[in-house]
């Protein structure tokens, strides 16, 4: 899978491809990942990006050039299934949509900055628009790497226990329930004795059990 990022934060990027289970699967060629400074499209001198918005009002917009010709090149020497505005009024992201994110060849995440960027780059160039939560960053860099970790670690390969992956919160709609590793008792507390069993039936219903009883508690929204 390649991934395209369209940023005017570089730096902000650079740590989150460089650690853990991203950074293997980057190395095992799972996927690549190219991060693009916004800048070099800039326009004149002085590499402008941004201007005061029509109509007045506080902050800037992002211009419509400097994208437009960035997202160009790029569209000319790839086909994208996507091309992915990181905004706070975006659908919400959620497991679902990383499972589906992560069957794609080639992807752009483009990071807003300011008040956002000229609507007609969306009109024109974008084909979804994301959310990671209802709370507004200074940018977009950070729910792109959120974004990314989330779809990195499902392609295959990534995770050395394969079903490790689908066995996260999220992926059938249930958080996951409790784990426990050594010691089996630590200041009174004891592991339950049915993941000391050895009877993996037994253990797999005792899981989704708690899988509920978790989720009944945390996310009831989950179970409706
Ligand atoms: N840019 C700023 N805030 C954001 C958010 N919550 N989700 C996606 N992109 C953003």
Redesign the pocket.
Known sequence: MHIDIITLHPGLLESPFQHSIVKRAIEKKLADVTIINLRDYGLGNYKQVDDAPFGGGAGMVMTIEPIANCIEELKAQRTYDDIIY???D?ER?NQQIANSLSMHQNIILL??HYKGIDDRIRQLYITKE???????????EL?AAILCDAIIRLLPGAISDETSALSDSFQDNLLAPPVYTRPAEYKGLKVPDVLLSGNPKQIDNWRHEQSIEKTRKSRPDLLS
Do not use: H, K, R
Not at 130 to 140: A, E, H, K, M, R
């Open positions: 990181m905004t706070p975006g992201f990071c807003g994301i959310s990671i939560g209802d709370y507004v960053l200074s940018g977009g729910p």
